[in-house]
């Protein structure tokens, strides 16, 4: 399941754990794993002590099995593309347009689970019209 949430360039680990909590644990609770690129921001100190005390599991993808991230690659290329088209004539309000996008993206089937990732998390059919 998709979650955005507007950020400026420069984030840090500290913000990104505070993002987390705020877009995705409070909606799903701790997952068993994270998978990450390597970032810094997920392999600092900071990051390794949170995971060590709730149990959460981080797995790094490699350059040689780059298809552990791909899934959060595809989705970002999907994400650029529409925020490209959609705010085409109005660049700046890119960050306005990420709760109708993140609906769409977790409204829309997948062709792997012939899914929505809303349906694969409990909700049915959810009304857009």
Known sequence: MVHLAPVRDKVTGKQAAQLFLDSVFRYHGLPETIVSDGDLR???AF?????????TKLTM??????QTDGQTKRVNRVLDDTLRI????????W??????V???LNNAVHASTVFTPFYLNGYDSLRYR
């Open 86 to 93: 959609i705010c085409a004539e109005a660049p700046r309000s």
């Open 102 to 104: 993140g609906f769409a």
């Open 42 to 44: 997920f392999t600092g």
């Open 47 to 55: 990051w390794d002590t949170l995971f060590q005390l709730i149990g």
């Open 95 to 100: 960050s306005d347009q990420l709760p109708m």
């Open 61 to 66: 993808s490699t350059a040689d099995h780059p």
